[in-house]
DNA sequence: CGCCCCGTTGACAAATATCAATATTTGTGG
DNA sequence: CCACAAATATTGATATTTGTCAACGGGGCG
């Protein structure tokens, strides 16, 4: 017996005990329907925190899937100022190309240590010529993913900086969840700093942090060193202005066909309701 | 002979006629490689200028494939305001959806009369099981799509209102020239309006009028109801401040396999110098 | 123990929004 | 072709939000 609790966390390269498989690509094979990609995987890659699994501009064959730790795509611009675009959690398809010789518009650099399981192209193609669904599931990714920026762009384009700020903790806190269903946390530990969401949220780290302690005098939520606390879920919920259309694409993407699945808003009520 | 040279204007229902077919889902078809979509269609739409395809929080089972006419994505706030996060051309992939009880985030809205050809998602599926490439372009398609909202990201994130007019109007001159190889215009029609712009870059119309003007004084780009004219290619690419990676998304997805292809930077000296 | 990254705060500057009035263009009907 | 209405563009004065710069504090980690 090797193991107990932490199996999962330990071992990355066991397709039967990996996180990343509660979502991603390799979602299907919880359904005992599919092939695992498993047999298609090549290497794996592990970064410490802070490094980057590629930079913008590289080409490079085939996708990575995130198996433990977050990452943040981002762009850079000529002034050393960063936008980053979205943060992949476990289970994120990670460099994905419309070509082989297609260069990337942005790099991902991992926020904590990650690992990675990377297929290369050649299988990918032969992967989906077997089982036409994990192309399908591969582009209901990208629209999920096509998705969550739409809410980003709607957040920095037309929302305030208080409300920027709330609805990004909201968006990370509620996809963090998702991930362990029934699990209930009060306090998330994020690899973020205030400079990371500024960047994430088109401010300043400064002005981040002017909006983070109004935040907390308003007895809403509490973020300090990396630590999250949400105090007033509803007030939360509330001051960050959620389209509750928006909702959807923060959950896991289930699987099309059976079953019967809760909407959005009692999923939100849930999960937030949960960390009060 | 019906027809010469206005053939694929005026009759969208014809597949092999169909303007659409150069991008978009239908573009493998003229590899000859695949069959074409055409089979699985279903229904055609056609809707007038101001018209929604569908609205924010539907559910419908399929996808519109943008014939004719430009559409805006869109999302709209409490107060009226309106954020638009995608602007869809002719090959356009409208609506697709991770699954069929999925609610759209978003409204789509027809900037002028435009057609689009419906394929049910119970066809789609078919469709992909007889020809697992159309999945993968499905993917890639979207794939671009977020690419194209990364870029958005950035410019309203971190970019001045000069910027990010400039990228706006740059960029659609140049996905539109792009479907049409070889044609050279000098000046283009677009469906928009200064408002229209403000909502596509998180601005005020009125801000939006004042940097137009700027950019006329300055000789760079002229831009009157619902005209543009590009004076200085090379100036609006410079005070564009565009990131040359994220060039790809702009022009036509291209098949994988044959064929060289020509870096994205001479594509748009190219583009923009035949504006000149 | 001490360093360094991160967070905190204040004064001031810059960019953009808001409000309101007026002008121009487009499209429509006669 | 003209007149008119509606939509869109233009402009100025002022308000608000957010950025910039600079200094200091505090906590974790070697």
Known sequence: MTSSIKRSISIPVDCDACAARVDGLCALYRANVLPLP????????????????????????????????????????????????????????????????????????????????????DNLVRLVRECPEIAMRLASLMSRDRSLSFGHLTSIGRHSARER???LLLELFIRYRSQWPGHLIEELRMPLTQELIGDATGLTGVHVNRVLR???????????????????????????????????????????????????????????????
Chains 1, 2 share one sequence.
């Open 38 to 121: 498993a047999r298609f995987r090549a290497a794996d890659k592990r970064l410490k925190a802070g490094e980057d699994v590629f930079g913008a501009g590289e080409t490079f064959d085939g996708i990575y899937n995130l198996v433990e730790g977050w990452v943040a795509l981002y762009t850079l611009l000529d002034d050393g100022r960063r936008q980053i675009l979205h943060f992949g959690l476990p289970g994120a398809v990670i460099g994905f190309q419309p070509d082989s010789r297609a260069t990337t518009t942005y790099g991902v650099q991992a926020l904590m240590d990650a690992t990675f399981c990377f297929i290369p192209r």
């Open 165 to 167: 700020v709330s609805q």
């Open 214 to 276: 109004e935040l907390k005098r308003d007895g809403i939520v509490e973020f300090q060193y990396r630590r999250l606390r949400i105090l007033d879920p509803d007030k939360l919920v509330q001051v960050a202005k959620i389209d509750p259309h928006l909702l959807a694409p923060w959950v896991r993407t289930q699987e099309d066909g059976d079953g019967t699945r809760a909407g959005p808003h009692p999923q939100l009520v849930r999960a937030t309701r949960a960390a009060a």
